[in-house]
């Protein structure tokens, strides 16, 4: 798959992923067709549908994305139809996988997979918000923490050095120094 080097990261160019994201579009539905007819559960597809899922992302981030790419590419016809064709195709395949999905496992099923898998992404999005909130008061409280320990060691040290000061003042005025 070609990239772009850039710094420690390699980005992957948007049509590599469009071609990435059809392909495993492809294969996602002959895996599910395969399997549909002796899969006694909706589990037993679940990796298929989930890489048709994740293929038809693919292709709609190929299409959004234009990184690496130079005016003419962007703009040209055959980039901006291969990008319609692809979504296209992938909209079929997924819309495919829908109608035989419905038919095997009962009308909705397609709809509740779809449901649930914006759910779980919602919810580890939201963990992973809240872990980093977490995280940040977690540093937050460090550097506080650390304040206050410096703050009393500054107020020790000035202590010590008035009682130091103190005891070298009376030591010379009882005539020890």
């Known amino acids: 798959m070609p990239t772009i080097e850039e710094g420690n ?5 948007p ?22 007819g002796t899969a006694k559960d909706i589990s037993a597809i679940a990796g298929d549908i989930d890489a ?13 994305k234009k990184g690496g790419m130079g005016i003419a590419d962007q703009f040209g016809v055959q980039s901006v139809a291969k990008e319609i064709i692809d979504a296209r195709l992938a909209a079929e395949q997924v819309a495919e996988v829908r109608r035989l999905t419905d038919h095997r496992f009962g009308a909705g099923t397609w709809q509740s997979i779809l449901d649930e898998r914006a759910k ?7 963990a ?12 937050q ?3 506080d923490s650390f304040k206050i320990g410096l703050a009393v060691f500054a107020l020790a040290c000035v202590v010590v050095g008035l ?10 005025a009882i005539g020890f120094g």
Not at 15 to 26: H, P
């Open 120 to 126: 779980r992404i919602r919810e580890a999005r939201e």
């Open 163 to 172: 009682f130091i000061t103190v005891m070298v003042s009376t030591a010379k």
């Open 9 to 13: 990261v390699v980005l992957v160019e």
């Open 52 to 64: 048709l899922l994740n293929g038809q992302q693919q292709v709609q981030a190929a299409s959004n």
């Open 15 to 36: 049509i590599s992923t469009a071609l990435a994201g059809i392909a495993l579009v492809k294969a996602s539905v002959d895996g599910i067709k395969s399997a549909l």
């Open 141 to 143: 409280e460090m550097i």
């Open 128 to 139: 992973q918000a809240k872990a980093r909130r977490e995280a940040a008061l977690s540093q």
